[in-house]
């Protein structure tokens, strides 16, 4: 058997214990597709209705293609190298028949085809039964974000997996780093108008240069957002002004108040014309 991390709770999990004798293919295994986005919380769907044939706690495995990455009997539970505090199978769920797994922070690795077993019989003899297939897709973020000249840019950084944020300027091919996500020894490398905020790395005052494409990486260089910036010209300068513009001329007209030197001094303009 491979080598799985051990800790404290599944050091003496004797899941490995006894021969798999058959691997059953599916009876209810048709092939469920399910998405979500990186960094969120996902639902891989298990129902399991032969709980009866198993010993009170009915033993689980979850496999991805390349990795164990969840069992679980009871209250003692595994998590595979790379799902570490990310993956379960509640147990008041599991006792009612459902088997989901549940990831949290899904990561762009996660992508791939999952399998859920029932493992049933003695320690010397097991049977596994697998209960589902699915297809799991991790997509990562894409937008778009017009952003006027001199306000910020607030870039998402989604889950703790971001370790970079990079950027390409508008019809340039080089990738400039903006920010580093602060590890042991090395320090936090950030853009002069870069701050931190929680998830968040946000560009302060942003100029025509800042137009471009960003990206949140994580730490294998896959990008987690991608994110197309255009910059504007600041609006709320021009129609301000009209608008005050506007209201100068209503309330002139209207013989407002507002300004009350003004009739007259247009009046006395208007006799001195004729004098
Ligand atoms: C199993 O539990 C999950 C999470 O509560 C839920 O989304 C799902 O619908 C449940 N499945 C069934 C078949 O009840
Ligand atoms: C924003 O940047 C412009 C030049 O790009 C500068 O003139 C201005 O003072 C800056 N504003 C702030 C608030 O830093």
């Known amino acids: 058997m491979t080598n799985h991390?051990?800790?404290?709770t599944t050091s003496n999990l004797p899941l490995y214990l006894?021969?798999?004798?058959?691997?059953?293919?599916?009876?209810?295994?048709?092939?469920?597709?399910?998405?979500?986005?990186v960094g969120q919380s996902a639902v891989?769907?298990?129902?399991?209705?032969?709980?009866?044939?198993?010993?009170?706690?009915?033993?689980?495995?979850?496999?991805?293609?390349?990795?164990?990455?969840?069992?679980?009997?009871?209250?003692?539970?595994?998590?595979?190298?790379?799902y570490e505090g990310r993956a379960n199978v509640p147990q008041q769920m599991l006792e009612q028949?459902?088997?989901?797994?549940?990831?949290?922070?899904?990561?762009?690795?996660?992508?791939?085809?999952?399998e859920s077993y029932l493992v049933v019989g003695n320690t010397k003899v097991k049977r596994?039964?697998?209960?589902?297939?699915v297809q799991f897709i991790v997509r990562d973020h894409k937008l778009k974000k017009t952003v006027e000249r001199g306000?910020?840019?607030?870039?998402?950084?989604?889950?703790?997996?971001?370790?970079?944020?990079?950027?390409?300027?508008?019809?340039?091919?080089?990738?400039?780093?903006?920010?580093?996500?602060?590890?042991?020894?090395?320090?936090?490398t950030l853009h002069p108008r870069a701050r931190?905020?929680?998830?968040?790395?946000?560009?302060?005052?942003?100029?025509?240069?800042?137009?471009?494409?960003?990206?949140v990486l994580d730490e294998n260089g896959l990008a987690l957002s991608t994110v197309m910036v255009t910059v504007t010209e600041p609006s709320p300068d021009k129609p301000e002004q009209t608008q005050q513009k506007r209201q100068?001329?209503?309330?002139?007209?209207?013989?407002?108040?507002?300004y009350p030197g003004l009739p007259l001094f247009l009046l006395c303009g208007f006799m001195l014309y004729f004098i």
């Open 5 to 8: 991390p051990s800790n404290s």
């Open 128 to 133: 596994k039964v697998l209960l589902q297939s």
């Open 151 to 188: 306000r910020d840019l607030e870039l998402e950084l989604y889950t703790p997996q971001a370790k970079q944020v990079v950027f390409q300027p508008r019809r340039l091919s080089q990738w400039d780093v903006l920010w580093k996500k602060k590890g042991k020894g090395s320090q936090m």
């Open 97 to 114: 028949g459902n088997c989901s797994l549940f990831l949290e922070d899904v990561r762009l690795t996660d992508s791939g085809v999952y």
């Open 44 to 82: 891989l769907p298990c129902l399991v209705s032969s709980l009866h044939r198993s010993p009170p706690s009915p033993y689980i495995q979850w496999l991805s293609t390349s990795e164990t990455v969840f069992e679980g009997m009871g209250t003692e539970k595994f998590q595979g190298h790379g």
């Open 196 to 215: 931190e905020g929680s998830l968040t790395v946000v560009i302060e005052n942003i100029t025509w240069n800042d137009e471009g494409t960003y990206r």
């Open 18 to 37: 006894g021969i798999v004798l058959s691997v059953c293919s599916s009876i209810q295994g048709s092939m469920i597709s399910t998405s979500c986005d």
């Open 248 to 258: 100068f001329l209503e309330d002139r007209s209207a013989g407002s108040r507002s």
